[in-house]
């Protein structure tokens, strides 16, 4: 069964670093457009990064810029998340994302046609 499935996720401390993975069974990660979402309590699910499956330009939230990277190893067929300098406000779910469309844009929440099943993140202060 093709899907995506997150991991990683994990409670840290206001500065501290965690990398989620995103292990796609059924696609290949270099022949879509992919990227994380997050959705805190009581929120919208909002992009947090994304990468373009045409020359792998990355896109990120204006909260995400300059911690945040985002990556996909073709070899291993995953999808990353590296963040930096987490914040207490970066506490959400974190979704891997994966769109049929080709546009060349940053991804929207309307694009993703497979959701994984989600990562919780928690940062304390």
């Known amino acids: 069964q093709a899907q995506l499935v997150e991991s990683g996720g994990g409670s840290v401390q206001a500065g501290g670093s965690l990398r989620l993975s995103c292990t796609a069974s059924?696609?290949?990660?270099?022949?879509?457009?992919m990227g994380w979402f997050r959705q805190g309590v009581g929120k919208e699910r909002e992009a947090v990064a994304s990468?373009?499956?045409?020359?792998?330009?990355?896109y990120y939230d204006d909260s995400a810029k300059g911690r945040f990277t985002i990556s996909r190893d073709s070899a291993k067929n995953l999808l990353y998340l590296q963040m930096n300098n987490l914040r207490p406000e970066d506490t959400a779910m974190y979704y891997c994302?994966?769109?049929?469309?080709?546009?060349?844009?940053?991804?929207?929440?309307?694009?993703?046609?497979?959701w994984g099943q989600g990562t919780q993140v928690t940062v304390s202060s």
């Open positions: 994302a994966l769109s049929t469309l080709w546009d060349r844009r940053p991804l929207r929440r309307d694009d993703i046609g497979v």
């Open positions: 990468i373009s499956h045409w020359d792998d330009t990355t």
């Open positions: 059924g696609y290949t990660v270099t022949s879509y457009n």
